[in-house]
């Protein structure tokens, strides 16, 4: 679900993706090119350059939106499990007292094992029964549920802003919990690897394209043929969050660097920038384009999706397979029931009729023995 949602914010392939705006982007710097000294191109690319950041700012924001909602789900999923705890705990304690004679409580024991199934959606979990039917659970290889008594698990958030997120400790302790199976994994592999991955990918997009554009633009001149050693996007704002168009820029589009020469009609560096964004493979160690990286960025997410989807697929058929042989053991086989229902009906009309023969005969003889002679 959360990878469908990351591939939902790229919106690829669609006329406002960031994709799509980044060819647009590309052509308003040629559109400059062939005519260098028109206003309505440098203001068309002045709004092209807006359209940008805002898309950079806005999948940024989505995805950090994103892991703040799964620490939220995190912390949401603390709270079941140690409800789960708890209530398991207690079940341990009527188990006990209930099966001091010879009885068995199975209700309860059921009631606790669908407990422990439920838990088992969440972390990896381990059990051992012990001699007066309490049942202890660990997560990982520390005790969660101790006969009647469990030890909560805390969250705790650490670090500040939106970097604040939630790690996982035993109560009152600074010892962390790793978790290897389970929901709880999956939200901690998305929050802390996955969306992480994908925010140091547009950065490092956007940070490459500001910095490389700002190198090639201060070696130009402007309209006037005189200024130069401007940068196009403001240098201190790089980010996929942060990234901006320089403000003098933005004030003036005559401070457009399209000259080499500073002689009129030269659009030789806006060509130059044209071929940063398109041509040159300054992405990957200089093995990629711009488009080629983002197209690679697309991709991955793409194969990540499908790679879920097959192993929630593969994975709901072995949880069916080990269910049905696990109902085979413990549960109750309607085959069986129905062989045991015909087994005692049969046995039912046996019995039936040797009660009728005997009756029968018990009357013959009441009659005879009432007959003189």
Do not use: C
Not at 208 to 229: F, K, M, P, R, W
Not at 359 to 364: F, K, S, Y
């Amino acid at each position: 679900r959360t990878l469908v949602q990351i591939e939902s914010y790229l919106n690829e392939p669609n006329d406002s993706s960031l994709g799509q705006i980044l060819n647009d982007f590309w052509s308003a710097w040629q559109d400059l090119a062939g005519n260098p000294e028109a206003s309505n191109t440098r203001e068309a690319l002045v709004q092209q350059t807006h359209l940008l950041t805002n898309a950079f700012h806005q999948a940024h924001s989505q995805l950090t939106q994103l892991k703040q909602s799964i620490d939220v789900d995190i912390k949401s999923r603390l709270q079941q499990i140690n409800n789960i705890g708890m209530e398991i705990a207690d079940l341990n304690k009527q188990i006990a007292y209930a099966e001091l004679g010879s009885n068995q409580a199975n209700d309860l024991r059921d009631r606790r094992n669908m407990l422990i199934d439920q838990l088992s959606q969440y972390v990896d979990v381990r059990t051992r029964e012990d001699s007066v039917g309490r049942v202890n659970v660990y997560i990982g290889s520390m005790g969660f549920v101790d006969g009647a008594d469990y030890i909560p698990l805390e969250g705790r958030m650490v670090g500040t802003g939106n970097s604040a997120q939630t790690e996982v400790v035993w109560d009152k302790t600074d010892i962390q919990i790793g978790f290897f199976n389970g929901e709880m994994k999956a939200l901690f592999e998305m929050r802390d690897e996955v969306i992480p991955d994908r925010i140091d990918d547009l950065n490092t997009l956007s940070r490459t394209i500001a910095e490389q554009i700002n190198s090639q633009h201060s070696t130009g001149y402007a309209l006037d043929g005189v200024t130069t050693g401007l940068n196009f996007f403001d240098p201190f704002l790089t980010d996929a969050d942060q990234i901006e168009l320089n403000f003098e820029v933005e004030n003036d589009p005559n401070l457009i660097a399209v000259s080499q020469s500073g002689a009129p009609g030269d659009g030789s560096n806006a060509l130059a920038i044209a071929d940063i964004l398109k041509v040159n493979r300054i992405m990957n160690n200089g093995t990629a384009t711009i488009e080629e990286f983002y197209s690679s960025m697309v991709g991955t997410i793409g194969i990540q999706v499908k790679e879920a989807n097959n192993q929630t697929e593969n994975y709901g058929l072995l949880i069916e397979q080990i269910e049905n042989s696990r109902q085979s053991v413990q549960g109750v086989s309607l085959d069986e029931e129905m062989a045991n229902l015909v087994k005692f009906q049969h046995a039912y009309e046996a019995a039936a009729r040797v009660i009728t023969f005997m009756d029968n005969a018990l009357g013959v003889v009441v009659s005879g023995m009432g007959v003189t002679r």
